[in-house]
């Protein structure tokens, strides 16, 4: 069975930095990628970063690239979100997915099978 566990969220003043945690098993972590979501309330989900388990490969929506550094641990079977220098646009909950995404469409939510529970990020001004 596929399980992703998300945890790492909290509430942080702007500017400031949290690290997420995305735990994954039942998945040989060779073949996927995990992505992280986050969908704020009233707004669609939006796909935030995306790292290819085997190669390290990642990507970035241009809302977070310079702030945020995805990264992997297979060894720990676990992904991390580092997010600095946080917005209070940056505050939703954020999602860990797993799926083997097109390169050029990784931050469709559809190219991913399975979902972690979400943790919830909030920023305040």
């Known amino acids: 069975e596929v399980q992703l566990q998300a945890s790492g969220g909290g509430l942080v003043q702007a500017g400031g930095s949290l690290r997420l945690s995305c735990a994954a098993s039942g998945f040989s972590v060779d073949d996927y990628a995990i992505a992280w979501f986050r969908q704020a309330p009233g707004k669609e989900r939006e796909g935030v970063s995306r790292i290819n388990l085997k190669d390290g490969n990642s990507h970035y929506a241009d809302s977070v690239k310079g702030r945020f550094t995805i990264s992997r641990d297979n060894a720990k079977n676990t992904v991390y979100l580092q997010m600095n220098s946080l917005k209070p646009e940056d505050t939703a909950v954020y999602y860990c997915?797993?799926?083997?995404?097109?390169?050029?469409?990784?931050?469709?939510?559809?190219?991913?099978?399975?979902w972690g529970q979400g943790t919830l990020v909030t920023v305040s001004s």
């Open positions: 997915a797993v799926g083997r995404p097109i390169t050029s469409a990784w931050f469709r939510s559809s190219m991913y099978y399975y």
